[in-house]
């Protein structure tokens, strides 16, 4: 009933700015918190940034001043802001957004497809 669809990823220099975006569709009846994963090959996958429905914001250590999340509620959105971009930050970057259907009983998370960040010179 939900699909993400994640976009804006792809190859960019040290140092270099990119923005991701992951937009809901379906049967949604409301949306709570937002965030970005990501997972780097042999790595866990891990916390990026969160975001709640009242637009208080998370970021992990490594990106924290680099990296801005934010919400478009009207097109259930998500987007990732990410400057100053580091060849660590390489990693296949998957949004998870909590989300009740329409006749749902609770809110469930879903996740994107993933979309590839490579940053390289």
């Known amino acids: 009933q939900v699909q993400l669809v994640e976009s804006g990823g792809g190859l960019v220099q040290p140092g270099g700015s990119l923005r991701l975006s992951c937009a809901a569709s379906?049967?949604?009846?409301?949306?709570?918190?937002m965030g970005w994963y990501r997972q780097a090959p042999g790595k866990q996958r891990e916390l990026v940034a969160t975001?709640?429905?009242?637009?208080?914001?998370n970021y992990a250590d490594s990106v924290k001043g680099r990296f801005t999340i934010s919400r478009d509620n009207a097109k259930n959105t998500v987007y990732l802001q990410m400057n100053s971009l580091k060849p660590e930050d390489t990693a296949v970057y998957r949004c998870?957004?909590?989300?009740?259907?329409?006749?749902?009983?609770?809110?469930?998370?879903?996740w994107g497809q993933g979309t590839q960040v490579t940053v390289s010179s």
């Open positions: 998870n957004v909590d989300i009740k259907v329409y006749r749902g009983i609770s809110y469930q998370p879903y």
């Open positions: 975001i709640t429905s009242g637009g208080s914001t």
């Open positions: 379906g049967s949604i009846f409301s949306i709570n918190a």
